[in-house]
């Protein structure tokens, strides 16, 4: 197998599937914007004067090891991934709603917005998480994984926002044309893991509205605490992987905390999250995209269970499913496994349509929990 295509084997290795498209395939218009697309360069992300215990040699490092496959298996999951069906998009219309949003944030709220974006109310106050807003989660704005619906809102309606929150830096997390919009339309701070400032740099963002933080560390912004948390994943946007930190983040206000899961494989630092930072009144975690030939880096919905039980949680928003197709299994698998784990070990789950709010003062008893996916897999 060529040199150039490795990256992409690589990525889907670990089920991103951020494709270096420009590299796979040339298709015309595709690199386009390539380059700012891809961010900071590893030669200045390693100049970035970066101190921390889980960086050395250059790169950061989870607490516990990934299990890797081995570079020989590559060709095989290739095969695999360019033989795969049609069963991760759904075959009918989603039930996209338009957000009802009151004047003021409140007490505490969630609004799904697709895969890991999720507008959250916590005391009072706007948060935004792993914004995406584009068509497809890749470099190129020609060809990737495209989303099977569309975003509820446009960004440019947005209430005003106390702080944007990033995991880690692969596209369907961190997304170049929403960021710029979000640098235009809004004046709230970005609170992202070490290194990943730097590609905000490159950006154009301005430096007071970028925080860096490590694992543990801690930013108040107007009246609310985000700390960055250990997460089990990895890094990168170009040819290079774990230049930069990844993270889930504790959002926590006066009376109210949330913990956001980003994106992660099972790690038992999120029970040391919990203890440290909980327990949480709602956490937000992904369960989707996952595979047993990269389990480590995405939580499958059995084990997002745990880690809300773990963290000490009380209510947990699945993200991170249906909106793109980065696996093999179907579409709406994760929910359906997720539903069946949380009524066994009585955990109380929130699945709106995108774009639904969730009122969490309200009481569990409210969530909404209808089955509104069985009508797209009959349409």
């Not at 390693?46 to 950061?60: D, E, Q, T």
């Not at 807003?133 to 099977?148: C, E, F, K, M, Y």
């Not at 004046?187 to 154009?204: E, S």
């Not at 809300?308 to 793109?324: K, M, N, Q, S, Y």
């Amino acid at each position: 197998m060529s040199r150039l295509r490795l990256p992409f084997v690589e990525t889907a290795l670990t089920g991103a599937t951020q494709l270096t498209t420009a590299l796979v395939a040339p298709v015309s218009g595709a690199t386009r914007g390539l380059h700012r697309s891809i961010g900071a360069s590893r030669r200045a992300l390693r100049r970035s004067g970066i101190i921390s215990p889980h960086y050395a040699g250059g790169l950061f490092h989870n607490t516990l090891p990934l299990q890797v496959t081995d570079a020989t298996d590559n060709a095989p999951l290739l095969l695999d991934w360019l033989r795969r069906d049609d069963r991760g998009r759904p075959p009918g219309t989603v039930p996209v709603e338009r957000p009802q949003l009151p004047d003021a944030a409140a007490e505490l709220a969630a609004t799904w917005l697709g895969h890991a974006t999720v507008l959250l109310e916590v005391d009072g106050r706007w948060v935004l998480t792993d914004p995406v807003w584009s068509d497809r989660v890749s470099p190129s704005a020609a060809v990737g994984p495209r989303r099977s619906h569309p975003v509820p809102m446009p960004v440019e309606q947005l209430p005003r926002l106390s702080a944007v929150v990033i995991s880690h830096d692969h596209y369907d997390h961190l997304d170049t044309a929403t960021v710029d919009a979000l640098v235009r339309t809004q004046d709230c701070a970005f609170v992202v893991p070490l290194g990943v400032g730097q590609h905000l740099r490159v950006w154009g963002v301005p430096l007071h509205r970028i925080h860096e933080l490590d694992w543990d560390g801690r930013v108040e912004l107007e009246g609310l605490a985000f700390t960055c948390t250990e997460a089990r994943h990895f890094s990168g946007r170009g040819l290079s992987r774990n230049n930069t930190l990844w993270a889930s983040w504790v959002v926590a206000g006066p009376r109210h905390r949330v913990l956001f899961g980003g994106d992660t494989g099972y790690t038992p630092a999120f029970g040391a999250t919990g203890a440290a930072y909980g327990p949480f009144d709602l956490t937000v975690l992904p369960i989707g995209a996952y595979d047993p030939r990269w389990r480590d880096v995405h939580l499958d919905p059995e084990e997002a269970v745990r880690v809300h039980r773990e963290a000490g949680g009380a209510v947990l928003l699945p993200i991170h499913w249906l909106t793109f197709d980065l696996a093999f299994h179907a579409w709406d698998e994760p929910v359906e496994r997720l539903l069946v784990e949380a009524g066994a070990q009585g955990v109380s789950v929130a699945t709106p349509p995108p774009g639904r709010r969730v009122e969490l003062e309200e009481g569990v008893e409210d969530l909404p929990s209808q089955d509104w996916w069985s009508g797209v897999r009959r349409h």
